[in-house]
């Protein structure tokens, strides 16, 4: 009798303790209606440029594999004819105005809104322009990397762990990751997507993950705000036979 | 027994979005893909008299320019696409992503009214809000740009500034074919409300998405074959 009296409560406790722990765990349907909408990316550390906002990211530890991988990068839209310094407020030409480089714009996002739509198979990520990134959460694995083509965006698949949308990716074309890192098709690129208890928050985590290229995973994060309840996406429009569309924006007056 | 079955309904509230879900009248998301000519209902649209020949020449000219340099085509050439499109729809709102050079179109389930005009951009695919009635999604959209993307509609005539666009989406055939009917109305293009209908198959669960079509608006032999004289 003692010893009944003594085990039930302890059972009891376990299992109030067990339900306890499982409430506080977000379920995938709880993650995916906090994740859901239009989201903007920040500026968090206060750098003012879009150069700036990745330069305080921890440098990636690459091997001696991984360093001989980098090779210096041009942006090939980048051009500027005169390749000399402007008079403020004299309009340049800077990029060849290339419109049709169509899709989502690659992995990372940029100062564009990304939009989020969970639904039972998939998560579309799109921006305000043509293509989409289409990440399978219906439990399908990676195909061989021969039969991946969408190379910049690679071929995605995810899952929810505690709320947060967790996508892995391969099959990404050869080419640099910011702060100082390197991709190959092989290499494994983790995004956590996690959204504050307030939901008006989102960190995005990415880590990047090859024993070839990297000494130990190459991590870094963007923080993104929630757009108003009553906002909405724009369309960007970018028009290769407008010959403004190649010039800077005309510089203002610098302080001396 | 009992504990077995709490715990398997306990795993399966915690795996997957919503979990495994019923073929369900009101949600069209999936892969789906106009596959046949015969696919397309079109018939001529009924044009406004001040639709001249001279209206309409200028009209394609300014299509041709968009084709010419890349622009993104935008509304209805995103809903004749050649590829597949990607729709997803949740509780507030429909997506449209398409493997075409077209803007993703947005379509607000859990708004009522347009955004003001003096607030609205006009865009190539117009702000869309939609409604269900019973089974029909039914998808009101204006604002249109009249000089962006391609603006031809199909059987005739072009979207403009003033162009109101229905279009009613239906699952038919156990979900397996999607029914858009589209219904244009613009006093000053169409003399009586413009009507067709698309059927689009849905795609097998496992159809993976392409990138979109790649354009190069510097591509001199592309450019060559488009301005050439027949």
Redesign the interface.
Known sequence: MHVKVFVAPAALMLMVGALTTVSAQRSAADGARALEGGWVRLDTSGSGSFGGLTANFTRAALTPEGAAKIKPQRDPDDVDPDNRPHKAGEPYIVTQGRCGGFGPGGVEPNSAALFIIPTRDEVLLTREGPGARHIFTDGREHPPLSRISSAGLGHSTATWDNGDLVIDTVGLNEGGVTAGGWRTPETHLTERYHVADDGMRMRITFTWTDPKIYARPHSYFFDFERIPADGYAFENWCDSGDPLQRQSVVPPEQLP | MKAGIFVAT?VA??????GA?APNARDI?GYWELTYMDSQHVPRAQLSPRVTRAVLDAQTQKDF?AV?????LGMPAIMASPRPL?I???E??V?I??E?????R?I?LN?AAH?SRDVF?P???G?SIAKWEGDTLVVDTIGFDPN?GVTAIPGGGFRTANTHLVERYRLLNNGSLLSVRFTWTDPGVFRTPHTYEFRYSRLP??Y???????????DETRTAFLTARP
Do not use: H, M
């Not at chain 2, 509230?13 to 919503?18: P, S």
């Not at chain 2, 010419?68 to 993104?72: A, E, H, Y």
């Not at chain 2, 993976?208 to 510097?218: G, Y």
């Open positions: 306990f509230a915690l795996t997957g979005v919503a879900q998301s320019k010419r340099w890349c622009n993104i990607d997803r729809q949740t507030k709102t997506v992503a398409a075409v050079n077209a803007a993703t947005y607000y708004r955004i951009d865009t190539t695919n702000d962006k669960r496992d993976e998405a392409r990138l979109p079509l790649n354009c190069d608006p510097f």
